[in-house]
């Protein structure tokens, strides 16, 4: 099949002023604060279009509008989320031919020797690889993660615009941190993103990490048929997140407490967190339980952060406000003043699912949080209040996953006993 019997197969633009010259067009601000007209679908669905063709960083904008609440403004989330929703499983993919090349130039012989089988149009399609069906000889049925040809480099030309990175940080407030270290910090894990073989061991850790949790399961990777632009995994079926949504309380429930062990004893008891809560890389099954894929934007965080954290949840879970508020400013690293009281605040609020345990998460909870973390922002960077500091390294991708994790939670809209759950693996973890 050639590129032009599919209207969807594309290459990636990768010159930096064609990029920027494509996102000017949907009139994206520097890549990413897409303006709507009104309430009219048009300018938004142009924008998937064209944020789709794009790949790279632009397509990780356009997803991330696309579910994490308090992105959009609310008068245009309906429409906003209607168009972008393709992207979230079904973004433009590339011709089978370069596909074809591209695993047999890195897999080192033809496909229908490396498998028993291969399916030449994808089954889901993302910002930088797709990915294809396929069986092993010894009759495993596989999935198999191609990066779009050309991709690395437009990748590349996204991150070199700082001007489009601030935009990504823009929508999720953080834009005006003006960090040299923030933006490098982005750089870095986004280029992580484009290694998959990094993404195969960091796949084996958290399988590892959950080895004796039956709720959460991790497909297995097959590393002699992947490299750093090939990945292939078990094959993992089941609802759809949309479906999950839709299913018995009581099910969604025990999904949602399976979702809540999987980011947080990640976090902390594996001292690594997923970054990117995408609703796209959940497959839910019958009794609770929920398989991962995707680990590409993967930050880990060392003994001393991990540390804080755990002191951090275990007061919010047992309901202690003093000791919450001496470890949040332990985290923070704040120093008395008025800024101190803004975050300690932010804090409180963010960590309202333990405090207030069981609780539902809401759709107007989490743009509450979201709208708190960039007012605290703007105290911070703009009013300069008395006792200011930086906030910590790794502020980008923790909030990247806390905003958009509560926007998925939310979505599931259930009453989950936030508390006990983590109580369950922290102190379990401590007594190890």
């Known amino acids: 099949m050639s590129s032009g019997d599919d209207p969807r197969e594309r290459r990636v633009p990768v010159g930096r002023l064609g990029r920027l010259a494509r996102l000017a067009g949907v009139g994206a601000r520097a890549g990413a604060a897409i303006l709507l007209d009104g309430r009219s679908p048009e300018p938004a669905r142009h924008a998937a279009e064209v944020l789709g063709s794009l790949r790279g960083l632009a397509a990780k904008v356009g997803q991330m509008a696309s579910y994490v609440d308090g992105l959009v403004p609310e008068e245009h989330r309906a429409v906003y989320e209607g168009a972008l929703k393709g992207l979230q499983a079904a973004a433009p993919h590339s011709s089978p031919r370069e596909v074809r090349l591209l695993v047999e130039e890195e897999l080192g012989g033809p496909i229908d020797r490396l498998f028993a089988s291969w399916d030449e149009r994808p089954f889901a399609s993302a910002s930088i690889g797709q990915v294809h069906g396929a069986v092993l000889p010894d009759g495993t049925e596989v999935a198999v993660k191609v990066q779009h040809p050309g991709v690395a480099r437009a990748m590349e030309s996204d991150l070199r615009n700082a001007g489009l990175i601030e935009s990504a940080l823009a929508m999720m407030g953080t834009r005006k941190l003006e960090s040299k270290e923030v933006l490098e910090e982005v750089r870095a894990r986004f280029r992580e993103e484009l290694d998959y073989g990094l993404e195969a061991e960091r796949q084996v850790a958290f399988a590892a990490v959950h080895a004796e949790d039956d709720a959460i399961r991790i497909p297995r990777v097959f590393l002699d048929r992947s490299t750093r632009r ?130 539902r998460i809401t759709r107007p909870y989490a743009n509450e949080v979201m709208d708190a973390f960039k007012a605290l922002l703007v105290d911070t960077t703009t009013f300069r209040l008395d006792g200011a500091v930086p906030l910590p390294r790794g502020v980008f991708f923790l909030n990247r996953l806390q905003f958009g994790f509560y926007s998925v939670m939310a979505r599931l809209d259930v009453e989950v006993d936030f508390a006990e759950v983590e109580r369950g693996f922290l102190e379990a973890s401590r007594g190890s």
Not at 351 to 357: G, I, K, M
Request: with cysteine; net charge positive.
């Open 230 to 359: 090939v990945l292939t995994t078990e094959r993992v079926r089941g609802l759809s997140f949309d479906e999950a949504c839709a299913s018995p309380e009581g099910d969604r429930r025990r999904w949602g407490e399976a979702l809540w062990r999987f980011v947080y004893k990640g976090t902390l008891v594996g001292g690594m967190f997923n970054a990117d809560p995408h609703p796209g890389n959940y497959f839910f099954h019958p009794g609770g339980a929920v398989s991962f894929v995707d680990f590409g934007c993967v930050q880990a965080a060392d003994e001393d952060r991990r540390g804080r954290g755990i002191r951090l949840h275990l007061a919010a879970c047992h309901r202690d406000e003093a000791a919450f508020r001496d470890a949040s400013r332990l985290v923070l690293r704040t120093r008395g003043g008025a800024y101190e009281a803004r975050a300690l605040a932010y804090m409180r609020l963010a960590f309202e699912p333990q405090f207030r345990s069981p609780y």
